[in-house]
């Protein structure tokens, strides 16, 4: 086993003097709180007894009926029966590892990954080969041939993992053709897909695209998601969607877990979504999640150098960072914490190292002014990093020419996450729409 980079940085939003772009943390200061009090009022008068008590381990029908409306707002229709909910979303990838992974056996996702799915498939000391990524999400062409691969050494992967919208940590997007191919290798080649959609309905601009379930019809496709995102992480309460030989066996694994999810929470979910369109709640978080994206978006392109390089997401909650590859962003939020600003460094979205010079950044978590004075400070920090360079090389970086300069005797790290790092050059001014 190993710790999660994002869990090791989380004590640091305790304080009230660091500024952390580290966590994936949606802004719950947003959630009224004479709301929350009036719904837990509502709980204690018509379902206190039920709520303090045991639930079902695949979940109250209450709240799975919520489920089924969220999932309708994405295009699904889904039944009941064919649901499991889980102690958020990351249960879903815990219990999938735990039902499918003997030691040894292959997992195939994107690269980089959701950190937190990486000490997870690590636990069950799962074989972890990932697929390139590019601005319209993993590389399925790659995926077909590192599938041919193993399957010439004689091996099958269990499942493919995938963050199909606004991807953990990229903040990509699959293309619709990718997502019907993606479909297509699953059936001809019988592999089960865990679609991971977390940020689904947190989308700032362009069209939807169907999930991978509703592409699939549900034979090859293991949809989770959580309220995390949407409502509350504080609830601890995701779902699962997936055939039903695989949903009874994650059933029992959730029993032998925690026996089933937090009653109060479900009852309080089934209480919220009783008060009130859901939805608009939702699109609150998306007007103030877009404009803190445009702050951060503005704030890189003032602060950091020629050479950095970042992904333009069209929803969700992160950026992806890449620095002139002389800098190693695992060694630079030491410098970074000194500043008092915190992010998650790249290599934590790898299992095998790669990822060195790149950076998680959180926009829905702090505000704008926050947002503006983080990236300002880990700005300063990198000027630093690339001034030294200049003094120990004699280099002048430019624009485009810092992925092959490298300190004199110091080789390279390797730099096969270049595709990803690519999807959007630093402009000189960030365009406005309108």
Not at 374 to 383: K, N, P, S, T
Not at 389 to 399: C, D, K, M, Q
Request: glycine residues 8%.
């Amino acid at each position: 086993m190993k710790s999660s980079a994002m869990r090791d940085l989380m004590a640091l939003t305790e304080r009230e003097d660091v500024i952390s772009l580290a966590g994936g943390l949606p802004d719950t200061s947003t959630f009224p709180p004479d709301s929350y009090a009036s719904l837990m009022r509502t709980v204690a008068a018509d379902s206190c007894a039920r709520a303090l008590q045991y639930a079902p381990t695949e979940g109250l029908a209450l709240v799975k009926n919520c489920i089924v409306d969220v999932m309708r707002a994405e295009g699904m229709e889904v039944d009941p029966d064919e649901m499991l909910v889980t102690t958020g979303g990351q249960q879903v990838i815990d219990l999938m590892c735990k039902t499918l992974i003997d030691p040894g056996d292959v997992i195939v996702a994107e690269a980089p990954t959701y950190p937190g799915a990486v000490p997870t498939f690590c636990a069950y000391q799962a074989d972890v080969v990932q697929v390139r990524m590019d601005r319209d999400g993993m590389r399925v062409d790659e995926l077909e041939s590192t599938l041919d691969e193993l399957e010439r050494s004689g091996r099958r992967p269990k499942f493919i993992y995938t963050v199909p919208n606004f991807h953990n940590p990229a903040g990509v997007t699959l293309s619709l053709d990718r997502r019907r191919e993606l479909v297509r290798i699953a059936q001809e080649r019988e592999l089960l897909v865990l679609e991971d959609n977390p940020y689904g309905l947190l989308r700032y601009e362009s069209d939807p695209l169907p999930t991978l379930l509703s592409l699939d019809g549900g034979n090859y496709v293991v949809y989770a998601s959580t309220f995390s995102k949407i409502l509350s992480p504080g609830m601890r309460l995701g779902w699962t969607v997936a055939p039903r030989p695989v949903l009874e066996k994650m059933n029992i694994g959730k029993q032998g877990s925690d026996l089933c999810s937090s009653s109060l929470s479900q009852y309080f979910v089934a209480a919220y979504f009783e008060s009130g369109p859901w939805h608009e709640y939702v699109r609150s978080l998306i007007e103030i999640y877009r404009r803190r994206r445009d702050v951060m978006l503005d704030a890189l392109a003032e602060h950091y150098p020629r050479e950095a390089e970042w992904t333009h997401p069209e929803g969700g909650l992160f950026i992806w960072a890449t620095l002139p590859d002389y800098i190693d962003t695992t060694d630079l939020l030491a410098r970074a914490l000194e500043q008092r600003v915190a992010f998650v460094p790249g290599r934590a979205a790898y299992v095998d190292g790669r990822g060195g010079s790149s950076m998680r950044l959180n926009f829905s978590g702090v505000n704008e002014d926050d947002i503006r004075e983080g990236i300002r400070r880990i700005g300063e920090v990198v000027r630093e990093q690339v001034e030294l360079y200049g003094t120990l090389t004699g280099a002048t970086p430019s624009r485009g020419s810092a992925r092959g300069l490298k300190p004199p005797g110091v080789p390279s790290p390797p730099v096969p996450d270049a595709e990803l790092a690519k999807i959007l050059r630093l402009p000189a001014k960030r365009k406005r729409a309108g």
